[in-house]
């Protein structure tokens, strides 16, 4: 039998993850070892604190250590440390006489403990005990941001991006993906149900799994490849908005198809008019096998091609219509600087605070 000696490099850094991730486990044992041991010794001395000088430390110092354990410690860590204050409260509190104040602040301590019990349980069902939640939520945001990132083109193409969360949340529903192959440039922005927060999580899933499709399957096949993905999820009621575009960069010929999403909009700088390119298709998610129309057009020198979420365009009293034409007589006031910095300043002045807004600008310079 002939050797699979290709299998060798994957099992070595397979044993060196396996590795790394026990290396990391025995760390955060010995790192929460190290806090409980101190958080008890806190108590120990804070407690000694309130019998010599009682009427310089109160003994309701002993709740802040409990609160921090509730942040650094394992749920049986928070479970020790909790008997043990509430053993150390009662010894001091009841040590100056019986009476049901001081029976209702030992009370208080077992009751805080027992919050920030029932806060470790929940994360440790999630595994992410201590810190580490926080930790990963920071990290989830920075792959997410970090996935939005365009990337470099060639003289005489700039392209911006920009997005406004709902709230002013971390996440977002809005996301941009992108990839430059073959001297063309593929942009998809999307738009996921909900916002904020709410629709984070969806965005990050959605984001790596739409940047994987993007320059591998062909343009024509992108939403319906995407279209597919979201339906396997098996979503309640959520669904997606994408608007995606394929620009040739030596001829700035370009296609442009949506799915539920608002219609791009073309700058023509030889007319000086704004032009929308429509091309309809449904929403992400709903329908098995959806069809989406093309709309062909072409970047000339100087023009722009703007695309959006409709946190751009839509307010409770106006249609995307009205909202798209407000959303050009903005950007209007930025053709003499030649869009640089269009992006952020169209999301601060026309992006709905109500909404998660994202804005995506490629302009061809009339000089590269």
């Not at 509430?86 to 030992?106: E, N």
Request: with cysteine; aromatic share 6%.
């Amino acid at each position: 039998m002939k050797k699979l000696g290709g299998l060798a490099p994957i099992r070595r850094v397979g044993r060196r993850a396996e590795m790394l991730a026990r290396r990391v486990g025995r760390r955060a044992r010995r790192s929460h070892r190290v806090a409980f041991a101190a958080l008890v010794l806190v108590q120990l001395v804070t407690s000694i604190a309130c019998l010599a000088w009682s009427t310089l430390v109160p003994v309701s110092f002993l709740i802040v250590p409990l609160v921090v354990g509730g942040v650094l410690l394992t749920t049986s860590e928070l479970v020790g440390l909790t008997s043990i204050t509430a053993a150390f409260g009662s010894f001091v509190v009841l040590s100056r006489g019986f009476t049901l104040p001081r029976v209702g602040f030992v009370l208080v301590l077992l009751m805080v403990g027992w919050i920030m019990i029932q806060s470790a349980k929940v994360r440790s069902r999630l595994g992410v005990p201590g810190t580490r939640g926080e930790s990963m939520l920071m990290e989830l945001r920075d792959t997410l941001t970090a996935q939005g990132e365009l990337p470099t083109l060639p003289p005489g193409w700039r392209v911006e991006v920009a997005i406004q969360s709902a709230g002013g949340s971390s996440f977002s529903g809005d996301f941009v993906v992108s990839t430059v192959h073959d001297e063309v440039l593929e942009v998809a922005l999307v738009d996921v149900s909900g916002k904020g927060i709410d629709a984070g999580t969806r965005a990050l899933l959605l984001s790596g799994a739409f940047g994987g499709l993007l320059g591998v399957v062909p343009e024509e096949e992108f939403l319906t490849s995407a279209n597919r993905y979201i339906r396997r999820q098996e979503w309640d009621d959520d669904f997606a908005t994408v608007v995606h575009v394929v620009l040739d960069l030596r001829t700035g010929e370009f296609d442009v198809r949506t799915a539920g999403h608002p219609p791009a909009i073309q700058f023509d700088a030889w007319s000086g008019r704004w032009q929308t390119r429509d091309a309809d298709g449904p929403l992400l998610g709903l329908v098995e096998s959806p069809e989406f129309e093309v709309n062909h057009g072409q970047l000339k020198l100087g023009d722009a091609l703007f695309l959006y979420s409709d946190g751009m365009v839509e307010t409770p009293r106006q249609d995307i219509g009205r909202g798209t034409d407000r959303l050009a007589g903005h950007a209007e006031r930025l053709v003499g600087q030649g869009f640089e910095g269009a992006a952020a300043e169209l999301v601060a002045t026309a992006g709905g605070p109500g909404d998660d807004s994202a804005i995506v600008i490629i302009h061809r310079m009339a000089h590269a």
